[in-house]
């Protein structure tokens, strides 16, 4: 008999990683780095006033990635709800980083005691959660990430999975709207544990 399956993002889901990110950004680069708001490229500002290229903004995020991902922290309570809903359901980390960096991110999540398939991906994330949740031949499947653009994608590639949004950075979850194509948003994993759960019980396709 198949298992529920839940697929979720790393960054912003399971650790914190923007106001970490920042904090790199200051001390390495003098860049100023406003996560409080929804876009993370206009976020980035240098002591004159500049903004970087889309080039070096780019280039930032590939030496955060992997070389200070141990900077990064858990978020609270999402250890205990993934065993929790392990105890019923298969569960994938889909995360969008660079092949290279797959084993860091798994090495990273084993750090917190969390033992789990890691898949990397680029760019939308419809498709491979389309392949997944055809791979575990899952009854029913909900996927949880904390961009709205992901969530576009899952709805049109893969309807019958549920979606959950979550932002679990307090700075920035309250200036970011509910994502338009996700079923719900939760911000905190013991509320997100709890429907999560009622949709692995009821076994039922996003409507």
Known sequence: MSRPLLITDCDEV???MVRHFG????ESHDVTFDYSGPDMFNAMTRANGERPSTEEMWGYLGGFFPAEMERQTLVPHAREALVALGAVADI???????DHVREAR???LAGFDINLRVVT??????DPVGRLVAEYVANVAVFVDDLAVHHQSV???APHVHRLHMISEPDLAP???PAP???ARIDDWREAQAWIAARFAAGLPAS
Not at 92 to 98: A, C, D, F, P
Not at 121 to 126: I, S
């Open 14 to 16: 399971l650790l914190h």
């Open 23 to 26: 904090t790199w950004l200051r």
């Open 92 to 98: 994938v980390v889909l995360t969008n980083l660079q």
């Open 106 to 108: 798994i090495e990273q």
């Open 121 to 126: 991906n680029q760019g939308g994330k419809g």
């Open 155 to 157: 709805a049109a590639h």
């Open 175 to 177: 200036n970011v709207p």
């Open 181 to 183: 194509h996700a079923n």
